[in-house]
């Protein structure tokens, strides 16, 4: 994506509000050996990222689990030791270099895909470039059981019983079957479809209202800003999801339980307080901050270099 002199993504980083694409539709096409490189760059991307903040991941995975303050959790994690900080860590680095090369990489496929079917047909771009981001976002949930291990490696309760990702996945599989895997499933999916919509929809018009850059780190600065701001709005909208998908996952074996039901549980258990209810909200919204502003940043830099 050559974009050095544009200050807002072309049209496969952002939707655009009716009207006619800034690219026509067999010109996106017209280009299949570029698509690739969408997977590559948010595959890299997500993996920078994880290595940055995986410890900051585990102290909001407690706080969500338990409902307890930051420095409850921090104390957990110095209790665990140094050996334990990073366990759990290879299913995230999977799940996420592979979700958001998805995410990135089907959102582009869709649609181009999308684009081309609806050409003449008066569909808004919006409404075409909406349904691919969410169709992507429904895609990632494949990937769910490594969301899964990561649950039971990063509860302390399960330290004893769970060694290491492999023995994980043995153990669910041999134990319990494929479906004991995708318990959570449903949160994710809620959680998914929609944030890729609001994602890719607004990062470009975000984008627009930043300080005009020609530079290189002027366009990393703002990239980083705009990945930064959207993935913690968003981060906070959908946080009871994540609430309701770290208690369904960090159960093994049982009855799998509707997400109202694990709401209310968990909402009766914090007193109705919704304040409970969104601990750990804060370090959520930094961290999001953080995590997808080295994911925007990085990718836009890879797509400028390849």
Same mark, same amino acid.
Request: charged fraction near 15%; charge should be positive; include cysteine.
């Given at each position: 994506m050559?974009?050095e002199?544009a200050?807002?993504?072309?049209?496969?980083?952002?939707?655009?509000? *009716?009207?006619?694409?800034?690219?026509?539709?067999?010109?996106?096409s017209a280009?299949p050996g570029?698509?690739?490189?969408h997977?590559?760059?948010?595959?890299?991307?997500?993996f920078?990222n994880?290595?940055?903040t995986?410890?900051?991941?585990k102290?909001?995975?407690?706080?969500?689990?338990?409902?307890?303050?930051?420095?409850e959790?921090?104390?957990?994690l110095?209790?665990d030791?140094?050996?334990n900080?990073y366990?759990?860590?290879?299913?995230?680095?999977l799940q996420k270099s592979?979700?958001?090369?998805i995410?990135?990489?089907?959102?582009e496929?869709f649609?181009?895909?999308?684009?081309?079917?609806a050409? /003449?047909s008066g569909?808004p771009?919006l409404v075409?470039r909406?349904?691919?981001a969410?169709?992507?976002?429904?895609a990632e949930?494949?990937?769910?059981?490594f969301e899964?291990?990561q649950t039971?490696?990063?509860?302390?309760?399960?330290?004893?019983?769970?060694?290491?990702?492999g023995?994980?996945f043995?153990?669910l599989?041999?134990?319990? /079957?494929v479906?004991?895997c995708y318990?959570?499933?449903v949160p994710?999916?809620?959680r998914?479809?929609p944030?890729n919509v609001?994602?890719?929809?607004?990062r470009g018009?975000?984008?627009?209202q930043?300080?005009?850059?020609?530079?290189r780190?002027?366009?990393?600065v703002?990239?980083?800003v705009?990945?930064g701001?959207l /993935?913690?709005?968003l *981060?906070?909208?959908?946080y009871?999801?994540?609430?309701?998908?770290?208690?369904?996952?960090?159960?093994? /074996?049982g009855?799998?339980q509707?997400?109202?039901?694990v709401?209310?549980?968990?909402?009766?258990?914090?007193?109705?307080?919704?304040?409970?209810l969104?601990?750990?909200a804060h370090?959520?919204y930094?961290?999001?901050?953080l995590?997808?502003?080295?994911?925007n940043a990085t990718?836009?830099l890879?797509?400028?270099?390849?």
């Open positions: 050559d974009s002199s200050r807002t993504p072309q049209p496969q980083a952002a939707l655009t509000i *009716g009207g006619p694409s800034l690219l026509p539709a067999d010109a996106l280009r570029t698509q690739g490189k997977y590559v760059c948010g595959s890299i991307a997500a920078s994880i290595l940055v995986f410890p900051i991941q102290v909001l995975f407690r706080q969500q689990l338990h409902g307890v303050l930051a420095t959790a921090v104390r957990q110095q209790r030791g140094l050996r900080l366990r759990g860590l290879l299913p995230p680095l592979t979700t958001v090369a995410m990135f990489g089907l959102y496929d649609s181009r895909v999308l684009l081309d079917q050409g /003449g569909v771009d075409t909406s349904f691919a969410a169709l992507a976002g429904t949930a494949i990937l769910t059981p899964r291990v039971l490696l990063q509860d302390h309760r399960h330290h004893g019983r769970f060694n290491n990702t023995h994980t043995r153990t599989l041999t134990e319990y /079957g479906r004991e318990r959570g499933l994710i999916l809620l998914n479809g944030s609001f994602f890719f929809g607004l018009p975000i984008k627009e930043l300080p005009e850059v020609t530079s780190a002027g366009h990393m703002n990239d980083f705009c990945g701001l /993935g913690a709005a *981060g906070i909208m959908f009871p999801l994540n609430v309701v998908k770290s208690r369904a996952q960090s159960q093994v /074996g009855d799998f509707p997400c109202r039901k709401l209310l549980t968990v909402w009766r258990e914090r007193g109705g307080s919704l304040a409970m969104f601990r750990g370090l959520n930094h961290r999001s901050l995590s997808w502003g080295i994911i990718y836009e890879l797509l400028k270099l390849m």
